[in-house]
């Protein structure tokens, strides 16, 4: 029925009031609610909304709009709204843009009424939008990717307080709904039945005036700009006028149905105002059957309702309508019986209901009383569909009933259209019995593989279970079977991949592209991709792309973002697409250009998995793409793509858009549409496999990039995949698995735990930590299911089978069967066949003469075909034959006269020999070294079987080292002719023999010593008992060094036969023998030296008894170090044969003997001498009495230093027989004596004086008076120092008989005497000096005086140290009688002396030497002159230690009369003297040492030269340890007069005598050794000529070792004269010799053993070609093999060179299989790198014949950058824009390419805007502008050997540097003049260097591992000084936080960012795990740093410390210095 008649039918009805207008239901509204995610819009009168960000903007009427708001009076607006009372009583328009469903005064405060909010992206939401705009709008071109959802339910009116009337219960619920895709957006606006019961809202300040605002319903764009600065009212649209109109919003509408409105609202190109729907005019009324609409359709794209506008039917009359759309008139599509129950009808809402049914939930809704769909999309369900689909290749036509059971049984595919094909279209191949899905009429055909079923053919396990993967299992479902992988690996259960290991992809790419009008044809170019899964990088790169195709591909990213979706990085709750597809599938995607409608056609075909589990897919391409310029840059921006998924298909739609950047044309903007269906065979048989309805990809990083040179394509994308709406940044996800910045191995699984806490785990089929995985060998391990007839091949994580030659795999796909080859009949007509397993034979019939591939009647003159044997051999020749390059020790086949292999091969160069078969293949166990018996090869040949165990054991054992040396004592084992373990195993080296059973492991109790009878392992195995605790114990000895060495001396306990530990036991190497228990455990008092009779521990053992305290302490004292050696000294106490001490004890060491009791414990008084009568320590031991007071004290005297020194002059108090104090004491040095009391405390008035009579202490004491002060002052004297010795020069007061202090003291030491007073404090004035009248004391005192300054400074100086020692020369002021300063002070121990002023100060000018006669104090003082620099300098030179202890060997400079510096200065301890310049300066060459005449320093001065390159030199060589000895050894230059290096310079410790250059460099060829006649370095030079490489690989051979010592077996090149290299080389220490070429590569063949003859190395050799100049990739490789010290260990890596001199294809890390492809230029191919076993493969780059001149390297600095990262990245300069402190990804780019170039140190000048920067590959520093077009320029070229670390300092115009090889720090002007070095000692690996120019100070890390450290100094190179040296490892990075003036840096080896000041002082962690930093620099509060675990820049927050943003190029490699690159000077910057 056309739409005109419907209408007309329904007008009819409405207005004979047949129809009944219904509007409707809340339940047909769009779901709302929380359940249906929204957000809820706070309560009260006047609310807006949080911002609510679009996913993607929208257009409303022209503009684009990418947030909204909704508030509460019932609007949505693009921008945040103003007051209400601004607008909420006004009519249209309005300032602002509104999408107004009801504008009004709404409050819903007090909980009257909610409001909901959400963006979505549902699939059922974007259906229904997408039906009711193609209902409204019928040629609208509409697919929604978005809808903003906005409800206002059961809200009220805003109602005044002050009115008497309670509030009113009118509650409004209406509904906005905007839909938009990326050019247009739509409006609808739904008024369910009761929803409207207020229809206007009075104004707030209506002032009791009855007046009621109808309700605004419309749109308005708001006010809009003009002319720039002015602005006018924007255009606005109104659906309601009066209260009327809005009461008619519920009963009518302007889509068909009442309640719903529908309005376009906006177009991206051209709109001028709304458009309302256009069906049915203002009052539509439904149809007599209602109109449904479903809410759960299915539908993946929207262009049904492009070509069918009218999808309505009435459900009476559908047999009568034409219009329902058809695809081809199939009969099976004709639509279902009327009165079908096509869905369950959803009861409405009540009104207090909170939301309405989610959005998941029913599957139609109705908005009549009855349910009738207004789709044509099918139903999935157990009913009838709308639409049935027919098998694509029905036999026949079936009757109705079984058409029906058989469609429902189709698989529930949701699609758009359906086109059923006749067999002969469009069929995949792998797909029979598929049906072909269109995603237009005109869109491409893909194949969803259908399975069909019934129950009689139920598919089961047991049939099909080998269509699964082997690492899945199958499960039998009711209907069928379904596979499901393992635990540790993913996919579809068809196939299965290793959880969390990296996956590659390989195809073919072909099809006809047409660039412009240009058609190019691709021609299966090859495509490969290497997906991380770790972090969802995938790479692809297509090779041999034509120009200008490769331009043109460049936007087509989505050609590898099939990749990234099935390999996704996976967030929660979501699934990457391997998962659901496998490796078969097959993708169709359309792609068209905008503006050109240009399209393209993506067919992507999964092919499955191959040999090595590589997916395996092809491309074809085909269409047209537009023209872009050659050379032009594609960027594109980050996206977001929302998957939507149905069983066996899941479909795709979006638009990108990408800029282009080209030199003619500029930066231009443009745009594609993509729309993609992937479909797959899903296994529909497990219901409880349930797939996500939506997925989002997010893509946040897509790279391409087209090499024109290598014509390659490249694209990479990182990918996660996560539910719709999830923020793959947000903070939820902040845990590294989900960031993708952990560091687990590209081969383990990131796990996540709590936090930001994860778990690196090995992939399935890998081990290790998880941050460094290695690949499992399942085959060499034993792990793998290899049946018979197989062979295991192992893959990177997991191995496959395959058949052995002549077998196959039988129809289960695992058991290997025999090859029938007789049934291809491969032999000749005249020869019959003869199959045999795994072979065959052809014998000719009789008659017939041949091979049986080729026989005639004629024997021996018929002219045969090549044969396969003669093709292999000829090949092999004929290159050869055709001039080419010989191949030395190729092995060439033998062939017999009839062209067969010869069944014996042998290699003429190595002298192995071995069978082949028919094909010339090996057959297995035939090959025989040289010097043995061949096999013969004319027996029957068995079948050839694969390896056996012990076969594959035996070639693995190690017997070589690496070196080439055999390894001694392996144990390889012994296989029989079988492979099969020869039962008896022996030790070749040992002697042991033992019994093994079949896999080799030794049979317990079989095992027996050398020159004993072995086990006969032949006789029958007796059941098999477990391993004892002896034969585990034995086992596990560890008698093999890792390395396959043996272990000497290790003990091996011996078992008996039946396991059980012997009962005697000797060690081996030591000879000692001992008795075991049944542990093993060893028998006290049995264990007998070497040479004595061992114990007989069989005979009836006594009952065991535990070890006794004796035998405990004997056995746990260590008389063995840990390396075996023997202890000497120790004592070992001696027990008896019970356990118990001997008595009598003696140390074996020192003689000493001694009694002990029961104990051990020594017996007090009973230890003797060595030499002296030992105690009789048998005799009844007296009772023992505690040891006294007085013996504890004398025991713990200490009379012996901690290294067994006496310690002379320690008191030890003396006891008695008792051992209580004898009363008198006396001590043995000092001849003291005193009496003491019972305690050994000294009576007071005891003490005597050596040579005076002892006081007599036994008469009886008087009663004791308490000790007076002064008696406590003089006991408290330490006369003693802690260790016992005495204390010279302690002054100890005298006291009186009374205890009072004598009025007169005196120092005994220093002679000075002085009056005290009762308390015993000095009176002032009456100190004398040594040999003066003392004071009268007694005299009356007169008043005493305060003590005057003098005398304060005086009494002040400390003449006497905190232990009690005189301090001698301490300088003590002299004051006269009246406490003043002596005018003229002199200093007792210089014996300077000088005048004073009153204050004490000296007075200039007046000081004078010892022995010179004093200044007249007291003459008139002349004014005072300022003290000169001499002066100064004189003074501040701390001569007293801090103690107040001279300084010896300070040095004092001499001032002259007039403070100036004498012209000769002498340091008085060293004795050297040298003249000096007016400001103290030294003059060169004028140092004298002691005993040698001075130089006349008065005599005129010549102008001073600076040092000279060979004094610096010399004078920076150490020659003194920091302890202060001597070094010997070290080579000290020698210079002439002039400073210039003597030419012939001589090692004083070697005799090597050499000549130099200028520069002091040695000359080639001049080196002699000791004694020979030296070179005469005088005779004119000859041009010198730069090293050879034999020349330099001599001299980097490393014959020393760091301490010294010379390297026994080091191989060392001879060089000729020339620097050539010998032809005839010889090791040194093996004897070997072999001849080499020009290049010093061995000849092949030439190697002789020692003794043998030598090879003529003179004989004609092949010249070689001229010598071309170094490549870059050889240059590289030398730079580096010197920057590792000529040895760079089997980890690190070095470049590998194709001979000419080109990068090799693959680059590994040194020995490591860590490899990845390279271009040309050496730089990485991305997505190539990999830690497999199997390197990569690399196709070469560039043809060898090609050369081609590298491109200009012009600067392209980033446009419109305030701050700009500069980062180093191998052979570029990278620039990385900052917004703010954010990396701004998308703006990155690269600011200079630099072939052949290692760039390293990187710093900026902002005031030139220039970069600066180091090359290691060049040895350069460079320099260019950063200006557009701006070229290198090379500053500093000679003399650089590694440079690395560089900085500018700008204030100065300098720059800095470190060479790391010399170990230097240099510097020099910015234009590379001025080059000096600052520092070329104390450096062992300097790395990082800054500069702070405001303070003028330099700091730099040294990379030392035994000391690492970081220093400082001036930029002058003053000062210098080490600032942190403790808690660091790997000090790479180094930067300088302006901000607090801290210097900060970065650690590789304990993974720390920290700070400290410059003084030491505040140290903090920043960050505290790091992965590997490399450089890195400080921007407001951020750190940003190069990491090489990440290959990429990271920031870390300063506050927070944490980790905030990352910026990982898209070429990945390592990334080495970085800097800050500014439009002007920072304030602070350096």
């Not at 004592?1131 to 140390?1147: A, I």
């Not at 002007?1869 to 450096?1883: H, V």
Request: glycine share 10%; net charge negative; aromatic share 8%.
């Amino acid at each position: 029925m056309e739409r005109g008649v419907m209408l007309a039918v329904c007008l009819l009805c409405w207005s004979c009031s047949v129809c009944v207008v219904t509007a409707i239901k809340r339940a047909d509204m769009f779901p709302y609610g929380t359940l249906s995610g929204d957000l809820i819009l706070a309560e009260g009168d006047d609310e807006t909304s949080r911002v609510l960000s679009l996913p993607k903007p929208l257009y409303f009427y022209g503009s684009l709009f990418s947030q909204l708001y909704v508030a509460t009076n019932g609007i949505i607006s693009g921008q945040d709204l103003p007051m209400e009372k601004q607008y909420v009583d006004d009519g249209f328009p309005t300032d602002f843009p509104v999408v107004a469903p009801f504008l009004a005064d709404i409050d819903t405060s007090g909980g009257r009424g909610q409001i909901y909010y959400r963006v979505t992206e549902t699939p059922s939401v974007l259906n229904r939008v997408a039906q009711e705009v193609h209902r409204g709008f019928p040629d609208a071109k509409f697919t929604p990717t978005h809808v903003v959802v906005a409800t206002w339910e059961n809200v009220a009116a805003y109602e005044e307080q002050t009115r008497t009337a309670g509030p009113s219960n009118k509650v409004n619920t209406f509904q906005a709904v905007i839909g938009y895709d990326e050019t247009d957006s739509y409006v609808l606006f739904l008024y369910p039945e009761d929803g409207l019961n207020y229809f206007g809202t009075r104004p707030k300040e209506s002032y009791n005036v009855e007046i009621e605002l109808p309700a605004r319903v419309g749109f308005s764009r708001g006010e809009v700009t003009y002319l720039i600065f002015s602005r006018t009212e924007g255009p606005h649209y109104s659906v309601t006028s009066d209260e009327q109109s809005v009461k008619n919003l519920y009963q009518v509408g302007n889509t068909g149905i009442p309640g719903v409105w529908l309005f376009h609202t906006g177009n991206r190109y051209s709109f001028d105002n709304i458009v309302p729907a256009s069906i049915g005019g203002l009052l539509d009324t439904p149809p007599t059957g209602g109109h449904g609409l479903s809410l759960d359709s299915t539908t993946p794209e929207y262009g049904e309702f492009e070509e069918y506008p009218d999808n309505t039917f009435d459900s009476d009359n559908q047999e009568e309508e034409d219009d329902y759309p058809h695809t081809g008139g199939d009969p099976e599509f004709q639509p279902a019986p009327a009165g079908g129950d096509h869905s369950e009808s959803l009861q409405p809402a009540s009104p207090d209901a909170p939301s309405s049914p989610s959005e998941d939930s029913g599957n139609q809704l109705s908005y009549g009383s009855e349910d009738v769909p207004l789709t044509s999309e099918p139903r999935y369900n157990s009913e009838p569909a709308e639409r049935q689909y027919a098998p694509p290749n029905p036999p026949e036509r079936v009757p109705e009933g079984d058409a029906q059971r058989t469609l429902k049984r189709q698989p529930q595919v949701p699609l758009e259209v359906v086109d059923v094909y006749p067999s002969h279209r469009n069929e995949h191949p792998h797909s029979p019995g598929g049906h072909v899905v269109s995603v237009e009429g005109d869109d491409v055909d893909f194949d969803t593989g259908v399975i069909q079923y019934t129950t009689e053919n139920k598919e089961t396990c047991a049939r099909f279970q080998q269509q699964c993967s082997q690492n899945a299992f199958c499960s039998d479902y009711a209907t069928g079977f379904c596979c499901h992988c393992r635990p540790g690996f993913y996919g579809n259960g068809r196939h299965c991949l290793p959880e969390g290991a990296p996956q590659r992809v390989s195809g073919k790419v072909s099809g006809t592209v047409t660039v412009g009008s240009t058609p190019v044809e691709l021609n299966n170019i090859d495509l490969h991709a290497y997906i991380v899964v770790g972090d969802g990088r995938a790479y692809t790169a297509i090779s041999q792309v034509p120009e200008p195709v490769g331009w043109a591909l460049m936007p087509l990213a989505p050609i590898g973002e099939l990749f990234g979706w099935l390999f996704a990085l996976e967030l929660p709750n979501s699934q990457a697409g391997f998962k659901i597809t496998g490796a078969e599938f097959t993708r169709h995607a359309e792609v068209i250009f905008y503006p050109g409608n240009q399209r393209l056609s993506i067919v992507q075909t999964g092919h499955g998995l191959d040999d090595h589990n590589h997916l395996t897919v092809d491309t074809v391409v085909s269409g047209n793409v537009p023209f872009l310029p050659p050379g032009a840059e594609v960027t594109m921006d980050p996206f977001k793509e929302t998957y939507q998924y149905y069983p066996s298909v899941a479909t795709s739609s979006s638009v990108r858009e990408f800029s282009v950047v080209s030199a003619e044309r500029g930066s231009e903007s443009f745009s594609f549409q993509l729309k993609q269906n992937i479909t797959y065979r899903d296994c529909r048989h497990d219901n409880r496999a349930a797939v996500l309805e939506t997925l989002q990809i997010t893509m946040e990083r897509v790279f391409v990039m087209y090499v024109k040179e290598e014509r390659i394509l490249r694209y990479a994308i990182t990918n996660k995949i996560s539910p719709v709406r999830v923020d793959p940044t947000g903070p939820e996800l902040v845990n590294p698995c989900y960031a993708g910045n952990h560091d687990c191995d590209t081969t383990a699984q990131c796990i996540p735990l709590e936090g930001q806490v994860f778990q690196c785990q090995c992939a399935t089929g890998y081990r290790g930590d998880g941050h460094n995985c290695y690949d499992i060998n399942e085959c060499d391990e034993g792990l793998s299911s290899c049946g018979a007839h197989s062979q295991c091949v192992n893959l990177p994580g997991s191995h496959r089978c395959q058949c052995q030659s002549g077998y196959e795999f039988g129809f289960d796909g695992r058991t290997c069967v025999d090859i029938d080859e007789c049934s291809s009949t491969p032999c000749h007509i005249s020869a019959r066949c003869i199959n045999g397993l795994g072979s065959f034979l052809c014998q000719c019939q009789p008659g017939f003469y041949g091979d049986g591939f080729y026989c005639s009647q004629t024997e021996g003159q018929t002219v045969r075909p090549r044969s396969q044997c003669e093709q292999h051999r000829d090949r092999l020749q004929s290159g050869m034959e055709q001039g080419g390059p010989p191949s030395p020790g190729a092995f060439i086949p033998q062939c017999d006269s009839d062209g067969r292999y010869q069944p014996l091969q042998c290699h003429g160069s190595t002298g192995h020999c071995w069978c082949v078969d028919f094909r010339g293949q090996e057959r297995t166990g035939t090959r025989t070294p040289p010097g043995t018996a061949p096999k013969d090869c004319d027996r029957p040949d068995e079948p050839v079987r694969p390896k056996t165990h012990c076969e594959h054991h035996r070639d693995s054992v190690q017997t070589t080292s690496p070196g080439g040396y055999p390894i001694v004592g392996a144990h390889v084992p012994q296989c029989d002719a079988n492979g099969q373990y020869t039962p008896l195993q022996c030790h070749g080296s040992t002697g042991h023999c033992w019994c093994v059973d079949g896999n080799g492991q030794e049979r317990a109790g079989t095992r027996t010593p050398p020159g004993t009878t072995p086990t006969d392992c032949d006789k029958p195995d007796e059941p098999e008992r477990p391993k004892t605790h002896c034969e585990h114990h034995r086992d596990r000895v560890q008698t093999t060094s890792p390395d396959g060495y043996p272990v000497v001396g290790a003990y091996v306990p011996q078992c008996d036969a039946n396991g059980q530990y012997r009962s005697l036991q000797c060690h081996g190497s030591t000879g000692h023998c001992w008795c075991v228990d049944g542990r093993g455990q060893e028998r006290a008092g049995t264990r007998t030296p070497p040479g004595t009779p061992s114990v007989d521990c069989d005979r009836p053992g006594e009952p065991e008894r535990p070890k006794s305290h004796c035998e405990h302490h004997r056995d746990g004292v260590q008389t063995t170090s840990p390396e075996g050696y023997p202890i000497v000294g120790v004592y070992v106490p001696q027990c008896d044969t019970n356990g118990q001490y001997t008595p009598l004890q003696c140390h074996s060491s020192t003689g000493h003997c001694w009694c002990v009791d029961s104990r051990g414990q020594e017996r007090a008084g009973t230890r003797t001498s060595p030499g002296a009568p030992r105690t009789d320590c048998d005799k009844p031991d007296e009772p023992v009495r505690p040891k006294t007071h007085c013996e504890h004290h004398r025991e713990r005297a200490q009379t012996t230093s901690p290294e067994g020194y006496s310690i002379v002059g320690a008191y030890v108090p003396q006891c008695d027989a008792d051992g209580q104090y004898t009363s008198l004491q006396c001590h043995g040095s000092t001849g003291h004596c005193w009496c003491v009391d019972g305690r050994g405390q000294e009576r007071a008035g005891t003490r005597t004086s050596p040579g005076t009579p002892s006081v007599d202490c036994d008469k009886p004491d008087e009663p004791e008076r308490p000790k007076t002060y002064c008696e406590q002052h003089r006991d408290s004297v330490q006369t003693t120092s802690p260790e016992g010795y005495s204390i010279v020069g302690a002054y100890v007061p005298q006291c009186d008989a009374d205890g009072q202090y004598t009025s007169l003291q005196c120092h005994g030491s220093t002679g000075h005497c002085w009056c005290v007073d009762g308390r015993g404090q000095e009176r002032a004035g009456t100190r004398t000096s040594p040999g003066t009248p003392s004071v009268d004391c007694d005299k009356p005192d007169e008043p005493e005086r305060p003590k005057t300054y003098c005398e304060q400074h005086r009494d002040s100086v400390q003449t006497t140290s905190p232990e009690g020692y005189s301090i001698v020369g301490a300088y003590v002021p002299q004051c006269d009688a009246d406490g003043q300063y002596t005018s003229l002070q002199c200093h007792g121990s210089t014996g300077h002396c000088w005048c004073v002023d009153g204050r004490g100060q000296e007075r200039a000018g007046t000081r004078t030497s010892p022995g010179t006669p004093s200044v007249d104090c007291d003459k008139p003082d002349e004014p005072e002159r300022p003290k000169t620099y001499c002066e100064q300098h004189r003074d501040s030179v701390q001569t007293t230690s801090p103690e107040g202890y001279p300084i010896v060997g300070v040095f004092v400079p001499q001032c002259d009369s007039n403070g100036q510096y004498t012209s000769q200065q002498c340091h008085g301890s060293t004795g050297h003297c040298w003249c000096v310049d007016g400001r103290g300066q030294e003059r060169a060459g004028t140092r004298t040492p002691p005993g040698t005449p001075s130089v006349d320093c008065d005599k005129p001065v010549e102008p001073e030269r600076p040092k000279t390159h060979c004094e610096h030199h010399r004078d920076s060589v150490q020659t003194t340890s920091p302890e202060g000895y001597s070094i010997v050894g070290a080579y000290v230059p020698q210079c002439d007069a002039n400073g210039q290096y003597t030419p012939l310079q001589c090692h004083g410790s070697t005799g090597h005598c050499w000549c130099v250059d200028s520069r002091g460099q040695e000359r080639a060829g001049t080196r002699t050794p000791p004694g020979t006649q030296r070179k005469d370095c005088d005779r004119p030079d000859e041009p010198e000529r730069p090293k050879t490489h034999c020349e330099h690989h001599r001299d980097r051979v490393q014959t020393t070792s760091p301490e010294g010592y010379p390297i026994v077996g080091a191989y060392l090149p001879q060089c000729d004269a020339e620097g050539q290299y010998l032809p005839r080389q010889c090791h040194g220490s093996t004897g070997h010799c072999w001849c080499v070429d020009g290049r010093g590569q061995e000849r092949a063949g030439t190697r002789t053993r020692p003794g043998a003859p030598s090879v003529d190395c003179d004989r004609p050799v092949p010249v070689a070609p001229t010598q071309r100049p170094e490549s870059v990739c050889e240059r590289w490789r030398t730079s580096l093999i010197e920057h590792y010290g000529g040895k760079p260990d089997a980890q690190q890596y070095v470049p590998q060179c194709e001979p000419d001199g080109q990068f090799s294809p693959v680059q590994c890390y040194g020995e490591t299989t860590y490899c990845w492809c390279v271009d040309q230029d050496g730089r990485e191919v991305p997505g190539t790198r990999s830690h497999d076993v199997v390197k990569p493969a690399c196709l070469p780059s560039v043809a060898p014949p090609t050369v081609r001149p590298l491109p200009r390297p012009d600067v392209t600095p980033p446009t419109n950058t305030d701050i700009t990262l500069l980062y180093a990245q191998g052979q570029k300069i990278g620039a990385l824009p900052l917004n703010g402190t954010r990396l701004d990804a998308t703006r990155s780019k690269t600011l200079l390419t630099l072939h052949g170039s290692i760039v390293v140190g990187i710093a900026y000048d902002c005031k030139e805007n220039q970069v600066y920067w180091t090359d290691l590959s060049a040895r350069t520093i460079n320099r260019a502008s950063m200006a557009t077009g701006a070229e290198p320029e090379i500053l500093i070229n000679t003399n650089l050997v590694s440079p690395e670390g560089l900085a500018v300092d700008v204030k100065r115009r300098l720059m800095f540097w470190v060479d790391s090889n010399p170990d230097i720090i240099e510097s020099a002007n910015l234009d590379g003049s001025g080059r000096r070095t600052l520092f070329d000692t104390d450096l062992v690996n300097p790395r990082a260097i800054i500069v702070v120019s405001s303070t003028g100070t330099l700091y730099w890390t040294d990379w030392n591992r035994e000391a690492p450290k970081i220093e400082s100094s001036s930029v002058d190179g003053q000062n210098r000084r080490v600032v942190v040296s403790d808690g660091i490892g790997l000090p790479n990075a180094l930067t300088y936080d302006s901000s607090s003036g801290q210097v900060c840096w970065a650690d590789a080896g304990t993974k720390r960012l920290e700070c400290v000041s410059p003084d030491g002082s505040g140290r903090r962690v920043v960050h505290p795990s790091l992965n590997y930093p490399f450089s890195m620099v400080y921007y407001r509060n951020h750190f940003y740093y190069s990491d090489w675990r990440r290959d990429g820049v990271i920031a870390v927050n300063k506050d927070s410390s944490q980790i905030t943003d990352e910026y990982l190029p898209d070429q990945r490699s390592h990334l080495y210095g970085i800097a800050i690159a500014t439009t002007h000077c920072l304030s602070g910057s350096h």
